[in-house]
T-cell receptor
Framework: EPEVTQTPSHQVTQMGQEVILRCVPI?????FYWYRQILGQKVEFLVS????????KSEIFDDQFSVERPDGSNFTLKIRSTKLEDSAMYFC??????????FGPGTRLTVL | AQTVTQSQPEMSVQEAETVTLSCTYD???????LFWYKQPPSRQMILVIR??????QNATENRFSVNFQKAAKSFSLKISDSQLGDTAMYFC?????????????FGGGTRVLVKP
């Protein structure tokens, strides 16, 4: 069964460093998303992406964040200068028609 | 703004018994979807079941079923014959209806502990 994959599973970085989180969505899906979940809290929407552009972003998704679909299969989230409060689980999700979303296993980001 | 509320932070149930998780939401939309996701200790988000608002019949997926009350904006999840592997956080989720996007708004989650 096709699934969303994410790499790395765990990323440790120093505050101020740039990180890139990678996702491979399900191949025939057209809608892509990033969410994050701070430990013990609810899952929060970051950004949605469709037709090679951002379709919606939350107030969390400020200028430090960017997304890219560089090669038709990968979908990346970049954080330019990480802060301590960026420590969270980051989930990529994809959807064929924009309704059901299938999540990847997540990347745990730890900012020291 | 859309809100999704799960009023039970934690529930425990004996193996083989039934547990019902509540979820209420607020929307002005008429046609939409609702979802329940399971998050086991591995923290992966797993889609459990979905309900389409225009369908009167409640969705069922094996031991999981929903009780969808559209007028009351209520969407509860029933887990029958609970198994140890059902131990997890359960999140109710509601998409913002948009031409392209449908971001999900999640409730705060209910932790379910299945006891042997």
């Amino acid at each position: 069964e096709p699934e969303v994959t994410q790499t790395p599973s765990h990323q440790v970085t120093q505050m101020g460093q740039e990180v890139i989180l990678r996702c491979v969505p399900i191949s025939n899906h057209l809608y892509f998303y990033w969410y994050r979940q701070i430990l013990g809290q609810k899952v929060e929407f970051l950004v949605s992406f469709y037709n090679n552009e951002i379709s919606e972003k939350s107030e969390i998704f400020d200028d430090q964040f960017s997304v890219e679909r560089p090669d038709g299969s990968n979908f990346t989230l970049k954080i330019r200068s990480t802060k301590l409060e960026d420590s969270a689980m980051y989930f990529c999700a994809s959807s064929e028609q924009g309704t059901e979303q299938f999540f990847g296993p997540g990347t745990r980001l730890t900012v020291l | 703004a859309q809100t999704v509320t799960q009023s039970q932070p934690e529930m425990s149930v004996q193996e083989a018994e039934t547990v019902t998780l509540s979820c209420t939401y607020d929307t002005s939309e008429n046609n939409y979807y609702l979802f329940w996701y399971k998050q086991p200790p591995s923290r992966q988000m797993i889609l459990v079941i979905r309900q389409e608002a225009y369908k009167q019949q409640n969705a069922t997926e094996n031991r999981f079923s929903v009780n969808f009350q559209k007028a009351a904006k209520s969407f509860s999840l029933k887990i029958s014959d609970s198994q140890l592997g059902d131990t997890a956080m359960y999140f109710c989720a509601f998409p913002k209806i948009k031409a392209a996007g449908n971001k999900l708004t999640f409730g705060g989650g209910t932790r379910v502990l299945v006891k042997p």
